[in-house]
Each structure stands twice: as C-alpha cells, then as structure tokens.
C-alpha cells in the first residue's frame, strides 16, 4: 500500500536526453563560471546528435536501455495514491464571478486582431510573444488606461464575489436549516 512518502518514479530518459545531459556537462566543465543559453545550447546539441554516427550513439543508447529497466522495475513496485492522499483540482462553481483581468490581458483583447489581422499564419504563442512586445512599448497614458480599466474590473469582481459569498452563505444555511427540519420530522 503506498504511504504518503511514495513518490511516483522518475519517468525514464531517451538516448537523446542522456546525450544532452553529458553535453552540459562537459560544457559547464569547460565553462563553469558562464550562463548558458538554452536555446542556442540545445540547437548546437541537436546538430551534434544528427551528424553522429549509430555507432557513437550507441553508449546512450545503452544508457537509455539501462533507464528504462530501472524505470520499469520501479514502476512494478509503485502502487498510485488513492483518491483520498492524491491531489484533486477543486471543481470551479460555475455560478462564480469571472476573476479580473489584468491591464495587460485587456490590452491583448483589445489588440489580438489587429496582430491576428496582420500575421495571419502566427502561432497562439508567437501572437502572444507580438502582444508582449507591443505592450513594452505602449506609451505611458495608454498604459494608465487600461490599468483604470483594470482597477474598475477589479472592482466590479470583489462586488460580485461579494454577492456570491452571501449568497452561497445564504444557501448553505437554508440547506442546513431544512436538514434539520427534517431530522426533526423523522424524530416525531
């Protein structure tokens, strides 16, 4: 039976992955004092691993064998938590206020078009990445405005949480009130 200790294994590394594990180690080695940066870094690595020979990727290859065996080994032993010990994601009520935009999440609704418009062919996240961008270079009285924006959506939801705290509270004690009047019925 697993015990709050238990921990799920460690999932299991690919030939690549240990390849690039030994990269970074042979650079910080060589670099101990430099950042890196890790696109560039993996970009280099990924070049590296296309021109290797089969025969030279054979040792992570064995390394990623040995993993696999030591990840199915101890995933034999490993029994998940049950419902109660795991972690559930509280259900959202959906009767709940919409939590506040930010001032920059306004200005994104105001201006994803205009990108979208513009780059047609752009990615959720290079739309996004346009969006931020944009917004670093907003001047400071469009920025005030979307954070007064900001300020009255705040506002509007801790009005409405409010209301809805009350009246979930009212609920609560109505649902308690008749369970007792019912306890009451079934004692007489």
Known sequence: MATKGDKK????MSAYTFFVQTCREEHRKKHP????NFTEFSKKCAER???MTEVEKKR???MAEKDKQRYDRE???YVPPTKEGGRRKKKKDPNAPKRPLSAFFLF???ERAAVKAVHPTYSVGEVAKDLGEKWNKVSP???SKYEAKAAQDKTRYEKELENYKNKTSV???????EDEEEDDEDNE
Do not use: I, T, Y
Not at 33 to 36: G, K, M, P, S
């Open 9 to 12: 294994p460690k999932g299991r």
């Open 33 to 36: 004092n430099e950042n890196v």
């Open 49 to 51: 691993w296309k021109l």
């Open 60 to 62: 992570f290859a064995e």
């Open 75 to 77: 995933m034999a032993s």
């Open 108 to 110: 994104c609704a105001d």
């Open 141 to 143: 009285d469009v920025k």
């Open 171 to 177: 609920a609560q004690h109505n649902d308690e009130v």
